[in-house]
């Protein structure tokens, strides 16, 4: 019988999600913290973008400690779109 799961993607596309997730969530944490930019839209939208990739390479390395904070993160930022979207 064969395996019909789609294939997964490839290692290096999984590394690039990782790395733009870092740097996102640095991104607004340094332009936050040095007042270039407001905590609003572009804040939370590189808040949730950047956890969300490291979510995702956390949970296919099965790094679950590091899966769930950025899971969480991932959510705060999205309740926070949300209600400024409100």
């Known amino acids: 019988m064969q395996d019909r799961s789609p294939p997964s993607p490839q ?40 956890a969300a990739g490291v979510g995702w390479v956390c949970w296919r390395k099965r790094t679950w400690q590091a899966f769930w904070l950025e899971l969480i993160w991932s959510a705060i930022a999205l309740v926070a779109l949300v209600r400024l979207a409100l």
């Open 11 to 50: 290692p290096w596309f999984v590394e690039l999600v990782g790395w733009y997730g870092m740097a996102a969530v640095l991104a607004a944490y340094a332009l936050s913290t040095f007042e270039v930019i407001e905590q609003r839209w572009l804040f939370q939208c590189l808040n949730f973008t950047g």
